[in-house]
């Protein structure tokens, strides 16, 4: 995504690397969770000119009321999407060579030099390809190119260590800082992700944590409190409060994935504003959004 505002300072190129090992009810790439190619289907798009129907080698298209794809046949070539003149058919997630990609982010070099932006790898979980991202970064960096890692922080402290000489910054998600809480809504033990943003708050210069705040989730006082000391005893100050809101949920649908949050309503802004204020005062450098 060329011209990103939002994954740190400047005009950014974000590059997201698919895979997650977190399934977070709220997140807002879906696409991005699983380490394979998807299909996307917008059936508000479609013009029903059954073109995608005629390319398919494999017979994985065939038409009820509309386009319907067999998965157990699909082999992700992405003939249909390139044949859809509707754009209603996209095929999420290639392989690339780190070069390829290099290539890419070179394009944008003037921006980043007039805007003092750079290039931010996000997800899904760019730490779920340490090689990958570890080769990009070096080259990124030997370029002068400022880099940006988004991370959930669950990856192995070792994967962290390898990569940390070549980020800039790190934009760190903290979720729950409970731990039996955080297993049951994320799926896994925060032990390791607060064991990684301590390695990163004693060893690395700039880092803000980013709380996404979603209400009946995680904005209650108990959580906000813990989170605040935690970050408090780390020394971390630069906190980005990100509110809930269900915008992913339209990709949810074209992924025919279930949208779990489907009752749970934006954060006011008086109440982020309560929430920013209450923590503003106690010397955190607090920022609504990202
Ligand atoms: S991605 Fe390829 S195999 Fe799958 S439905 Fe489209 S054309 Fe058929
Ligand atoms: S090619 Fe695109 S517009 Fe045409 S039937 Fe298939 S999905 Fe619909």
Redesign the pocket.
């Known amino acids: 995504m060329r011209f990103s505002l939002h994954d740190g300072p400047g005009l950014r190129t974000t590059v997201f690397l698919k895979g997650c090992p977190l399934r977070c009810p709220w997140c807002h790439n879906p696409e991005s969770q699983s380490y394979q190619s998807e ?1 996307m289907y917008a059936s508000d798009r479609c013009i029903s000119c059954l073109a ?1 129907c005629s ?4 017979g ?2 065939h038409w009820d009321h509309g386009p319907e ?1 067999d998965p157990a ?9 390139e044949a859809c003149p509707a754009e209603a ?1 996209k ?1 999420v997630g290639k392989q690339i060579p780190v070069r390829e990609l290099i290539k890419e982010i070179r394009r944008d070099i003037a921006f980043f030099d007039e805007s003092g932006g750079g290039v931010t790898f996000s997800g899904g979980e760019p730490l779920a390809q340490p090689q990958f991202l570890e080769a990009a970064l070096a080259v990124c960096k030997s370029e002068g190119i400022h880099t940006v890692v988004d991370t959930c922080g669950y990856a192995p402290s070792a994967v962290i260590r390898r990569i940390m000489p070549y980020v800039d910054e790190f934009l760190f998600d903290l979720k729950l800082a409970d731990d039996a809480r955080h297993r049951q809504v994320v799926g896994v033990s925060n032990a390791l992700i607060l064991e990684n943003l301590g390695i990163i708050a004693r060893e690395h210069a700039a880092v803000a944590v980013r709380i996404p705040v979603i209400p009946g989730i995680n904005d209650d006082e108990d959580n906000l409190e813990q989170s605040f000391r935690l970050l408090g005893e780390l020394g971390l100050s630069n906190v980005d409060l990100l509110p809930y809101h269900a915008s992913a949920m339209e990709k949810y649908r074209r992924l025919s994935l279930a949208y779990r949050l489907t009752d749970v309503k934006s954060p006011a802004a008086a109440r982020m504003q309560e929430i920013a204020a209450r923590f503003a005062c106690r010397g955190f450098q607090i920022r609504i959004g990202g």
């Open positions: 299909a995608c390319v398919c080698e494999s994985a298209l794809r046949r699909c082999t992700l070539c992405g003939a249909c999407s058919r095929l």
